[in-house]
């Protein structure tokens, strides 16, 4: 038998675990200089002006859904194809979630149903907008911010799947996910099988200084030292909480993690595009069968997602499986799950989703997948279709 070949997995090298053992003997456990160090050298790599690193990315969109004042009378518009957490941000602050289909080709919230659905209300009606890079496939924000614009909403990009992913605009300028140009808000993940990891760890990356200075405070617990701020001074000692605010800190430990994974995220992501590149290649005689995901060198390819043709998807599944291959399905989508079923004050059929999850199959990508395991998933693949004919 092949030894198992996951979707997703973690590159840790013996830099990284140098740089954690520096921080361990070090004066600082949880946020001291490894914070910021890791906040700038993370801006700086996705082209933002501010970062506010926080414990994950769940943490991230909840600050964020604070940060611009999502409450009861807040609808905000975004897709079901996307990891829960992207949307259960609005319920965390009481508001409410409106879902828009999904393109059929890049599997990303649809410029024209999200204007379909906001013609549908009164003006007003929308106060926010959440679009997820998913798979590492970049929204294109441009076109999204004309919306946004011309409706008076703000955009929190999820940019979870795409540090390092890109889309052109229309000058052909490279626009890189989560600059803030567009979104007013960008979140991160660190989970193990996002492109870097530091065990649990996220980031927001803003060019808002408003929003900025607001998750610095969210982030510990609304409380504040900065006496320029601060209603009276009673000593050195002295601290005033302005906000309700959270225990959202990353730990030095994990920011060390991060600073030394960030810098071979673009080698990583080198590997992403290249192993994405040779499925498209090897298995594009499969297309009778399967469709391949875009090419596109902006794409971050945190996923491959093939979409698998005449309902042989849960068999081939089951088939990879067998040969110890951990396909997963990404994702079901959320107004299939029983608490929005029960929380969504509108529940209507989303086709494009709805077709997309049943035949959407994310096939092993990520840094270190060796060639003969790449080749191993590819071979199994033909061998499950021709044993189709
Ligand atoms: C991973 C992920 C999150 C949540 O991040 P955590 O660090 O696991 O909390 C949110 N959105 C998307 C699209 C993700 O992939």
Redesign the pocket.
């Known amino acids: 038998m092949h030894r198992p070949v996951p979707y997703g997995k973690q590159w840790i090298t013996e830099e990284d675990i140098r740089a954690v053992n520096e921080v361990l003997l070090s004066d600082f456990l949880t946020q001291g200089p490894k914070i910021r160090e890791f906040e700038e050298a993370f801006a700086h790599y996705v082209g933002a002006q501010y970062a506010v690193a926080v414990s994950?990315?769940?943490?991230a969109?909840h600050l964020a859904a604070l940060a611009l004042r999502i409450d009861e009378k807040t609808n905000v518009i975004t897709t079901p194809i996307?990891?829960a957490?992207?949307a259960n941000c609005v319920w965390f602050c009481g508001g409410n979630v409106f879902f828009a289909d999904i393109h059929p080709q890049t599997f990303l919230i649809d410029l024209n149903k999200v204007r379909e659905l906001i013609e549908s209300k009164p003006k007003g009606f929308f106060k926010g907008l959440i679009v997820?890079d998913?798979s590492g496939m970049p929204v294109n924000l441009e076109e999204f911010r004309k919306l946004a614009d011309e409706n008076n909403l703000w955009i929190i990009e999820?940019a979870?799947?795409a540090p390092g992913g890109y889309f052109v605009d229309s000058d052909g300028k490279k626009q890189f996910c989560g600059n803030g140009n567009f979104a007013d808000l960008a979140?991160f993940?660190?989970?193990p099988v996002?492109h870097i990891t530091t065990g649990?760890?996220?980031m927001i990356t803003t060019n808002r200084k408003d929003l900025y200075e607001k998750l610095l405070l969210l982030r510990t617990h609304g409380i504040t030292k900065d006496p320029s701020v601060m209603a009276e001074n009673h000593g050195g000692w002295y601290y005033e909480m302005h906000t309700l605010g959270y225990n959202y800190r990353l730990t030095d430990i994990q920011a060390a993690l991060g600073i030394s994974q960030l810098k071979r995220a673009d080698e990583g992501l080198e590997k992403r595009r290249r192993i994405a590149l040779k499925y498209n290649q090897e298995l594009n005689p499969l297309s009778d069968y399967l469709t391949l995901p875009l090419w596109f060198e902006g794409h971050a390819y945190h996923l491959y997602v093939i979409r698998v043709k005449n309902n042989l998807r849960p068999k081939l599944y089951n088939y990879l499986k067998e040969k110890n291959i951990f396909s997963q399905v990404h994702y079901i989508p959320l107004h299939f799950m029983p608490y929005y079923k029960k929380t969504l004050k509108e529940l209507y059929p989303l086709p494009e989703s709805e077709k997309y999850y049943r035949e959407c199959l994310s096939i092993p990508i990520f840094p270190s997948l060796s060639e003969e395991d790449q080749d191993y998933v590819i071979d199994t693949i033909k061998s499950f279709f021709s044993s189709k004919c």
């Open positions: 994950n990315g769940t943490a969109l996307t990891f957490a992207s997820v998913f999820d979870c799947h979140v993940s660190f989970h996002k649990e760890g996220g």
